[in-house]
């Protein structure tokens, strides 16, 4: 496989990289931490590597350093179609090149002959209640497929370390290919017939997951490209990403890995946000049983506010931008549906809830993220999400799907590298404390409540 070839070269010069690093400087320090970054879920610590992407304060994510509308330019795409195709997305965050629109394609044929899911992978799915989350379901179904796995079979079988990526990159390939084929499904069983829906021969992979479901548009596919380029990474400190991160540095296989981090995108602070983003936007319409003017809009999101409530997609941890992922999104909304009700709610929201945070004075980053827009996109092809469907909603498997590209391209490098299993060390609120009084030349009184406590 020409993929297997272009990592494998690859592999000696950066091995020698890392050793002189840790052999010559690994004593020179990177970052320092602060109590507040403990207690606050270790928020800026630069203690993980990734060369897959970077979020940049100014210019938003990129992956492998290209920026989003460069990728849109760049990257491959099949005649008479706006995106590129996943394909070539794939091989850039694998190899570390944009790839030739041949070695793209090698991709998507490398998909279509491993795209066939186990049977049982529908029982499973079948057999819970009905009621079950759309995300359960997703990362139920990825587990279930651990059975497969090429690296544990080849670990049992005893494997040189040096070459526990290359199983790695067969579990990569062999999840990515069945994805958009399970999330199809769960939503076929949720909100259609049930039915399986192969996919077709001459579609690409992320064109499948629209005809899967029963779209059959060129300007769904094209969205759907799009959808899934902006969100397969995003750096390695995200909770679905560090979680897979975590796991797979046990050797857990793909499979165990990513199902992990699928739970942890499920939750509301990470993947589900797109969700509740969505919902706010539905709340508003309704209330107004239209799109309202600027000034009931402005007066809606200071009453969201003074109730303690956040603005769902809007404010980031890293950017201090507009995010380049709602920007293009945006731009294919513009073209695509610029007269639809929650497209133009959208844009006035955009208009108006960044003044109203800068005036609140609370946000560092007043400006939209990507899931400030996806939802509505997704609505207008007939993609229903959110409380008035059912529990758990379906954008997020989307975002999944997509995610499942980054976190695997990570964990195949993680093991062509020899990443050791990840293990932090924990401290008591005590030693922080005697930290805190040490150097501040302070004693902390305990509370009666905790004066028993004996510490480490």
């Not at 020899?418 to 005590?430: F, H, L, M």
Request: aromatic share 10%; with cysteine; charged share 25%.
């Amino acid at each position: 496989m020409n993929l297997i070839t272009q990592i494998q070269d690859q592999l000696p010069a950066w091995r020698a990289r890392l050793k002189r690093l840790i052999t010559e400087y690994g004593q020179v320090k990177v970052a320092e931490i602060n109590i507040a970054q403990i207690l606050g879920g270790i928020r800026d610590v630069k203690a993980l590597v990734t060369d897959i992407s970077c979020v940049d304060p100014n210019q938003g994510i990129r992956l492998r350093g290209f920026t989003i509308p460069e990728l849109l330019e760049l990257l491959p795409k099949s005649p008479g179609n706006e995106m590129p195709f996943l394909g070539g997305l794939y091989y850039l965050l694998l190899v570390g090149r944009i790839p030739t629109y041949e070695e793209g394609i090698e991709i998507e044929q490398e998909w279509k002959k491993r795209q066939e899911v186990p049977s049982y992978v529908y029982d499973v799915i079948r057999a819970m209640p009905k009621e079950t989350s759309a995300m359960a379901l997703f990362s139920l179904a990825i587990l279930a497929m651990e059975r497969e796995s090429h690296f544990t079979k080849a670990y049992d079988r005893g494997l040189k370390k040096e070459d526990y990526w290359i199983p790695t990159l067969e579990d990569s390939l062999d999840l990515s290919a069945r994805a958009p084929q399970i999330a199809a499904f769960i939503y076929n069983h949720k909100f259609r017939d049930g039915q399986i829906v192969e996919p077709k021969e001459e579609l690409d992979w992320a064109a499948n997951f629209g005809y899967m479901i029963g779209i059959e548009n060129e300007r769904y596919y094209d969205l759907s490209r799009l959808y899934f380029i902006i969100h397969s990474d995003h750096e390695s400190g995200n909770v679905s990403a560090h979680t897979t991160y975590l796991v797979s540095s046990t050797l857990s296989d793909v499979y165990y890995a990513v199902s992990a981090g699928m739970n942890g995108l499920a939750g509301p602070l990470h993947g589900r946000a797109n969700q509740e983003a969505m919902e706010w936007l539905l709340d508003v319409y309704q209330k107004y049983q239209g799109v309202p003017t600027k000034e009931q809009l402005t007066e809606y999101t200071w009453e969201t506010l003074n109730a303690g409530k956040v603005i769902p997609g809007y404010g980031h941890a890293i950017l201090r931008i507009t995010d380049p992922r709602f920007t293009a999104q945006m731009e294919l909304g513009e073209k695509y549906m610029p007269e639809y009700d929650l497209f133009r709610l959208a844009k006035l929201v955009y208009e108006v809830v960044p003044d109203v945070l800068r005036q609140q004075g609370k946000a560092k980053d007043p400006w939209p993220n990507v899931d400030a827009i996806s939802g509505v996109l997704q609505r207008y092809y007939g993609i229903l999400d959110g409380k008035e469907n059912f529990p758990g909603g379906f954008y997020t498997v989307l975002f999944g799907v997509s995610r499942i590209l980054g976190v695997t391209a990570n964990t195949v490098w993680a093991r062509a590298l020899g990443a050791p299993i990840e293990r932090p060390k924990s401290v008591t609120t005590r030693m922080l404390e005697n930290i805190a009084a040490e150097q501040k030349g302070v004693e902390i009184p305990l509370h009666e409540l905790y004066a028993h406590e004996r510490g480490c």
